[in-house]
């Protein structure tokens, strides 16, 4: 083999040797690009699927919280208490407060009810000399169990459950009930 063709089998070998790693590299970014677009559509679609399964996955929080003791609550009465969101977002601050009425029946009897009206949400008060819930958005009234008096609430007052538990009156806190839905 002369010094030509060992010049020209040389140049042959590095062309093979171009188109081989041109090929490699195509390979390469066709399988980055892949896995680029996976990545892309995991980032999308989990948050997605998450979201759409969360209901079936996540149990919500059950927990007893102390609203104050036994004495604190005259039989009777109807009383605003505040306690910490079951469910309080991230970013909630003091609106992770939140409240009921507590009303005391009997000497170990509790009712619990929500300060949201039934119709869209307001906060009610309760008016003592009258023994009435008001709503002051559209002008619901409720009795002291929570029952509709009068206006536009389609149903009564959604309750909390409640117990007394070593002298300390508790509420078990549950995301907010809404659409007049009693848990108690
Ligand atoms: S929100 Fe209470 S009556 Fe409408």
Redesign the pocket.
Known sequence: MNNNEKNQKGSETALETAVSTAITRRQFLTRLSLAAGGLGAALVGVPIVGFLFSPLLKKEPEVWQSVGKVGDFKVGETTHVTFSDASPLPWAGVAAETAAWLRRTSDQQFTAFTIN?S????P?RWLPQAELFM?P????VYNNDGSVAA???PTGLARYLVRVNNGQVEIRTTPLPIEGQIVG
Request: glycine content about 28%; overall charge neutral; some cysteine.
């Open positions: 009206c119709h869209l949400g307001c009610v709503c958005c559209h002008g619901g206006g536009p609430p």
